[in-house]
């Protein structure tokens, strides 16, 4: 059980194009969601946590108007990442946690994003 | 703010045990510790949680002291397929925010 899903697992987009990240728990109600970021030989960066029906909140230094965030659904949030550029490039990952197992974070597979 | 730090490599061969600590000075009185396995461009993998003392599975031990300052994550026997990258991870005290360790990169030879 406590499956988390990303989809896409990789995406190439041109600078400027915006990209959107879904992120599902499969088999559980996701209460809280995390994204995070990842560059090479880096450890991951909570970019923000997101209840389910409020408004996320955002880590120092992250942009909010350039990484929108949804959690519109206690099983979905998405991620998306406005006029993309090169040094947006990096690893993102959700995790997600339930009200009843709320000391887990289950997270997901991860996507790679690469801005051209 | 104080990092939540690892020993950024270490090499093992197979067959051995493994012990990866992690430094939380600044843990949260109330968090869990979690430690996380990751391959490459891949999610991290749950491998143990523990709040106290010693927890054991099926794969690892942890270890945590009285002052849950540090803790030590136990690998029994490793093998190839344990190259990997190992997190913990925990509540910070100040900002009750759960944060990632540095991350320690193990090497499994054979």
């Known amino acids: 059980g406590a499956v988390v899903s990303q989809h896409p697992s990789w995406v190439i987009c041109k600078s400027g194009t915006s990209v959107k990240i879904e992120c599902r728990s499969l088999d559980f109600q996701a209460t809280t969601m995390f994204w995070y970021r990842q560059f090479p030989k880096q450890s991951l960066m909570l970019m923000a946590t997101?209840?389910?029906?409020?408004?996320?909140?955002?880590e120092q230094g992250v942009e909010k108007d350039k990484f929108l965030i949804n959690h519109a659904s206690l099983t979905l949030s998405t991620l998306t990442v406005t006029s993309a550029h090169p040094e947006d490039s990096s690893f993102y990952i959700c995790?997600?946690?339930?009200?009843?197992?709320?000391?887990?974070?289950?997270f997901g597979p991860g996507t790679r994003l690469t801005v051209l | 703010l104080a990092k939540t730090t690892q020993p950024i490599s270490m090499d093992s061969y197979e067959g051995q045990e493994v012990n990866i600590t992690c430094s939380h000075n600044n843990i949260a009185t109330n968090d869990y510790i979690t430690w996380y396995q990751q391959f490459p461009s891949q999610g991290p993998r749950f491998i143990i949680q523990?709040?106290?003392t010693k927890v054991t599975n099926e794969v690892a031990s942890l270890f945590i002291p009285a002052d849950r300052k540090s803790s030590t994550l136990s690998l029994p026997r490793v093998s190839l397929s344990d190259t990997a990258v190992y997190y913990c991870?925990?509540?910070?005290?100040?900002?009750?925010?759960?944060?990632f360790g540095t991350g320690t990169r193990l090497q499994v030879f054979p």
């Open positions: 995790s997600a946690s339930s009200r009843f197992r709320y000391n887990e974070q289950f």
């Open positions: 523990g709040y106290k």
């Open positions: 991870l925990v509540g910070e005290g100040n900002t009750d925010k759960l944060i």
């Open positions: 997101s209840n389910e029906g409020s408004k996320a909140t955002y």
